[in-house]
């Protein structure tokens, strides 16, 4: 006795896995938005801390010396302030030694917005 084999259509073969397909496609949606979502939280995290660590410095340098100190070299030199150059800019104006200075973090990896 023969056994007929029938050949299917590339059609018929997607079709009969359609579920599988679509299930696949699904699941690595989220995964890829779960992956940009991690990204997006652990870059604010970043700047967070180098504004903490930034302000931290500042009052450290105050309390120590009597004076707000008057450039980021001088607490990157002494107070051991690091940060990612490539990533952020620190916008920094020293009015006076007894006044606070304006502090400022750029990140430079956000796009500027088109008007």
Not at 21 to 40: L, R
Not at 69 to 96: C, M, N, R
């Amino acid at each position: 006795m023969e056994t007929k084999v029938r050949k299917r259509s590339a059609f018929e073969i997607i079709r009969g896995h359609l579920l599988s397909i679509v299930f696949f496609v699904v699941i690595f949606a989220f995964f890829i938005y779960g992956v940009n979502s991690a990204e997006k939280n652990s870059a604010s995290e970043s700047k967070n801390v180098l504004e903490e660590s930034l302000h931290k410095a500042v009052v450290s340098c105050y309390a120590l010396e009597g004076a707000y100190p008057s450039s980021v070299q001088y607490l990157e030199d002494h107070y051991g302030l690091t940060y990612d150059k490539d990533k952020y800019a620190i916008g920094y104006v020293a009015f006076a030694d007894n006044i606070m200075p304006d502090m400022q973090i750029i990140d430079l990896s956000e796009e500027v917005p088109a008007e």
